[in-house]
């Protein structure tokens, strides 16, 4: 038995029975028969189903809404808003997966040859809490428009939010099993990917995660694509715009509650605006009020779960020991739930859990540089590469150092790290590899077949 716990309360939400071994292998054969049928469907048909899926997303935005924040405690805004982006990607895909997947001629000494995109089959998904319905869409859409069904397994935590996703396809009108949602234990996950019927899987989660679905997968030579954890760097150079910069820093990094894997994390300033940035930091995050995520006045509310809240606060208090100062924060609140306050770590230096693991809170790590170089440098100095920033008045210099010098898979000057439908995203080292989004996520899932006829 699986449940839902309130984050804000520790309250038991609901209950739910694992499928069985021999439902989920059914579930299974009917996907692959359904796959069959879906592959033939022109885009144009696909393409309406997901204008439908849109338009119940738009219908039911308050419903999910307040699903996603009572399962994992989101502030009710962002549950919103993360609703809206999902409309977005369901439309990006419905306008633009034909171009995508229109085959390529390219001239040789053949007659004619050329490239195509096929379908591969069903796709499995594994999916983290900590954005229930957008890590869901930004893979079903290009995966099922490309022609793939798609099977989610996601986090246990938000198991309501999981099957509201299937019905979102259901009252669009999807055909039965092109997508459909499973409980099950992670524990199971392995011996789900060992099926023969499943074709590639899609993981967004944390690096052990990623290491043990890439090494379950590997071993029966199925494609993966891999999105982990991160520890965004964000540079802070000299002739940036200061009140601009930190409020850009300090709402990145309090975004979800701090729990996004391109959330800013490290903060790089060079030792001529360290001291001001530091003090205009702490002030804007004492301004960011903690409490109920269904008050709309409130900019965080608990953590998932009192486990990944006491983990945060164990890593806060190790920097600390090992030399980082506390200027805000750190401390578990005397209130039911589990929230951590807006917490400012300074003096944060490699080899401390702030600067070399990922903290995944409301918790700001905050690292002197020498100047350029040095902020490079330490920006660069980490396992991760999921996202970066550099903040500067100079644009072009920003752009050089985005373009050339930062090693991420996303980089952004003088804004703050995003995922966008049009652009692809993903990361590099143990933030993972493949992409989503954009014309590249759409081909991921695909077999880039080559014709060539003579």
Known sequence: MIQTVNPSNNEVIKSYQEISDNKLQNTLEKMQFAFEEWKEKPFVFRSSLFRKAAEVLRKKREEYSQLMTLEMGKPIIQSRAEIDKCVWVCDYYADNAEKFLTDEIIKTDSTKSFVTYQPLGVILAVMPWNFPFWQVFRFAAPTLMAGNVGILKHASNVSGCSLAIEEVFTEAGFPEFVFKSVILNSSRVKDLISNPLIRAVSLTGSV???????????????????????????????????????????????????????????????????????????????????????????????????????????????????????????????????????????????????????????????????????????????????????????????????????????????????????????????????????????????????????
Do not use: W
């Open 208 to 454: 052990p995660a990623g290491k043990s679905v890439a090494s379950a997968a590997g071993s029966q030579i199925k494609k993966t694509v891999l999105e982990l954890g991160g520890s965004d760097p964000y540079v802070v150079l000299e002739d940036a715009d200061l009140s601009e910069t930190v409020q850009n820093c300090v709402n990145s990094r309090l975004i979800n509650g701090g729990q996004s894997c391109i959330a800013a994390k490290r903060f790089i300033v060079v030792k001529e605006l360290y001291d001001k940035f530091t003090e205009m930091y702490v002030d804007f995050m004492k301004q960011k009020k903690m409490g109920d995520p269904f008050d709309e006045t409130n900019d965080l509310g608990p953590q998932a779960s009192v486990k990944l809240r006491d983990e945060l606060h164990e890593q806060v208090l190790r920097s600390i020991n090992a030399g980082a100062k506390l200027l805000l924060g750190g401390f578990i609140p005397n209130m039911k739930g589990a929230f951590y306050p807006p917490t400012v770590l300074s003096d944060v230096k490699p080899g401390m859990p702030a600067f070399d693991e990922e903290l995944f809170g409301p918790v700001a790590a905050i690292t002197k540089a020498e100047n350029e170089d040095d902020a490079i440098r330490l920006a660069n100095q980490t396992v991760f590469g999921l996202g970066a920033a550099v903040f500067t008045k100079d644009i072009k210099r920003g752009e050089k150092i985005a373009k050339e010098k930062l090693n991420a898979g996303s980089c952004f000057v003088n804004q703050f790290v995003r995922s966008d439908p049009r652009l692809p995203f993903g990361g590099i080292k143990e933030s993972g590899y493949g992409r989503e989004l954009s014309v590249f996520g759409i081909r991921e899932f695909v077999n880039i077949k080559t014709v060539s006829v003579k």
